[in-house]
């Protein structure tokens, strides 16, 4: 069904990190922040293994998953999530996006070479620099008004 | 053999506060550097090997890929180097003047245990409670038992003739928000299951929180206790510069370390572990570890000659008593009796997604920044009801997680500001 923008309705949305990584308030910030969009949030927790991540992700086949790494593992866990949801069927089209701190050297992981290399492993979002919290909840509108991206 | 408890209680009988950096590199020419640093700063250190997310979570095989492809990890991948190449990382640097830390933040830490027992080094941290909660999705169950297994082998190297080393990092439950008589009762309770399973030298932590006067309260409260419990062992102090979301200027990340450095020595700690000023941004470089070191040094010496004044008791020691004693009334055993109180929510962790915690615990600021209960849930203490509001909104929560960081920065910002003394 097509949503129109005037009325939005609430998205499914999966927030997890990755098996590495083990931080949680980013997660905790990440969930309320989308509840208070007015969508449901399946909040997976710290150190998500990848079967875990896939397989909560294909049992409930939520409109949304963000993936958020600070460790500075994350442009390595996420380019090897990625493939796995995708190799599901039921993943295929699902947008998947990612965030945080991804590397270890600060704003250098943040340039556009890093971000670019995220976007055309297969991310449809990658949210790291001073405004990520702003552009992610645009990327979240439209998407839940059904603006194609 | 590197000694390190006796080399802190040295420092600490001459009146000098050791000061040791969180470092850690994948790259064996700049962890030796970062080592040999570390050593010649102008200050009185130990060493650290901090170990890196992969080898952490037991993923060992990314962490062996990640050093044959030469990518940069957050640590050192201590159990996939061959021991050979840990101990010539060390020869030279690593001795009774210089002991050497391992830090990991491993719920299961045996093979991390093996691999610096196998290269030499006797002197770690953690705890089956501060290294799952915060650092996995483990049953805490397992983590108990995981943690009484290398509490053996440190204690079996013990009769082999080492002097191992086991600091608690009980006093930096998520690293912020957690109120201090929780993060007392879970330093004391940890630093009684490394005695009770053979260890004879540890360290009790307590990390900066959000209010100077209340930090003093705590660490005064955290060494009647230890010296009340902890009798018969050899125990020392640890203060951590603030865990939680750190000032993004250089000069709040300093103010913020200055202020670490003169709790430190007030409370009468032994040893410090410090932030630089690259903590919000990135892993720190070589020299912003050393930096960091010296300042620290420097503030901690003027600290020794300023007067001590005295301090207030808010109840702090009373909580966290009150606290052990739900703990240890459960179980003669301290492991299980932490596995059942927290399934009853006797202990529970504000904020805290493990599934193992209650989750009910809710915490705050007060105007003045001091951090208390707003919802204790299952434990007994007493929440401080309609003193504030638990931060239950997004935007709340962000407020109260960067309050440290927008206070320093705005320290900075106004001594930087403040218009310069007309010349005469
Ligand atoms: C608190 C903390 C911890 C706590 C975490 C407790 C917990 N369970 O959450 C403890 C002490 C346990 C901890 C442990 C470690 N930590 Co830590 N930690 C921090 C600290 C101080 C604050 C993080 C925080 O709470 N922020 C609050 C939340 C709300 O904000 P945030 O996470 O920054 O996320 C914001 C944005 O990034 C963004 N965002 C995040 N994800 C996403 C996703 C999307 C889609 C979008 C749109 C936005 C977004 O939104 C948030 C709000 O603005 C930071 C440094 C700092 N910032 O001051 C280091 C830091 C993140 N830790 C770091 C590291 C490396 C570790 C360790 C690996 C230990 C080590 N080697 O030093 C371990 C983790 C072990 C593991 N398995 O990964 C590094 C990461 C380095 C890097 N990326 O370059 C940092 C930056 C410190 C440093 N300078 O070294 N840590």
Sequence with gaps: ?149 | MTAFGAFVARARSQGRLVVQPRMGMSRLDEMRLGLYATRNAAATTVGTLTVDSYTRTGALDEARRAIDDGTALNGYPIASYPPDVTRSLLRGIADEEFPVQVRHGSARPERIVAALLAAGLDATEGGPVSYCLPYSRLPLREAVTSWQRCCELLAAAQEAGAQPHLETFGGCMMGQLCPPSLLIALSVLEGMFFRQHGLRSISLSYAQQTHTGQDEESVAALIRIAADRLPDIDWHIVIYAYMGVYPQSPGGAQLLLDEAARLSVRTGAARLIVKTTAEAHRIPTVEENVRALETAAVVAGEEGRAPRTGIADTGIHEEACALIDAVLDLDADIGRALVRSFAKGRLDVPYCLHPDNAGRARSGLDSSGRLYWTDAGAMPVAGRAGAGRSATGSRELLDALSYVQRTFDERAFRTVAAPLPLSP
């Excluded at chain 1, 449901?40 to 409109?63: F, I, K, S, Y």
Aim: glycine share 10%; charged share 20%.
């Design chain 1, 1 to 149: 069904m097509e949503h129109t923008a005037a009325e939005p309705s609430g998205l499914d949305i999966v927030v997890t990190t990755m098996a590495s990584d083990s931080h949680t308030w980013n997660l905790v910030f990440l969930q309320l922040l989308l509840e208070e969009l007015g969508h449901r949030v399946t909040n997976l927790g710290a150190c998500v293994p990848d079967d875990v991540l896939v397989e909560e992700c294909r049992r409930r086949q939520p409109d949304l998953i963000v993936l958020s790494s600070v460790n500075g593992h994350g442009h390595h866990d996420g380019r090897r999530v990625l493939p796995a949801l995708r190799a599901c069927p039921e993943l295929l089209e699902t947008p998947v996006v990612i965030g945080g701190k991804l590397g270890i050297t600060g704003a250098a992981d943040g340039d556009d070479t890093a971000a670019r290399g995220l976007l055309a492993a297969g991310f449809d979002g990658v949210f790291t620099d001073v405004g990520a919290v702003d552009a992610f909840k645009v990327f979240v509108q439209r998407l839940a008004a059904g603006v194609p991206a």
